[in-house]
């Protein structure tokens, strides 16, 4: 075969330090998952969704068939860092946790992915960061040890 070609949707998930709510502001919320958006179609990522709550994010995106997971990560981490605390001095201390979650997602479900990013507000009234992500390690099967799993 001589061309190479890959679809493989991506949900990645990660949160701030400490799951510290720097995202309250809904208005710098949806700035910076617009500015996380355009940093991963820049790596040749086409995203469908970036959405969250005061102390993660989620996107769902294409990923780049040039690229791993980890370098992508890094990149939107690095950029959306460095942009949000340029965005007054409330950020100044923003980070992101060092971990993050990518899971993959069939074509089929897709749509229902978007849909759960959108919703992710209503969402976090009744279940925790924490909560959510363990329930997505347990579905994918991922192993883990808590004690290294937050930071």
Not at 58 to 77: C, D, G, M, R, T
Request: proline share 1%; hydrophobic share 35%; aromatic share 14%.
């Amino acid at each position: 075969m001589s061309q190479s070609l890959s679809k493989m949707w991506t949900h990645l998930i990660f949160s701030t330090k400490e799951r510290y709510p720097f995202l309250s502001n809904k208005d710098a919320r949806i700035q910076l998952h617009a500015y996380m958006a355009s940093i991963l179609r820049k790596h040749d990522c086409p995203t469908l969704q970036v959405g969250g709550a005061a102390d993660h994010v989620h996107a769902l995106f294409v990923l780049s068939k040039n690229s791993s997971v980890a370098q992508i990560v890094y990149e939107v981490k690095r950029g959306s860092s460095k942009w949000i605390k340029t965005q007054g001095a409330e950020f100044r201390k923003f980070y992101w946790q060092s971990g993050y979650g990518a899971f993959s997602v069939s074509q089929s479900h897709v749509e229902q992915v978007r849909r759960y990013i959108q919703r992710q507000e209503q969402h976090h009234r009744k279940i925790t960061f924490q909560n959510e992500y363990r329930e997505f390690l347990r579905r994918y099967h991922v192993e883990y040890d808590e004690r290294y799993i937050w930071d």
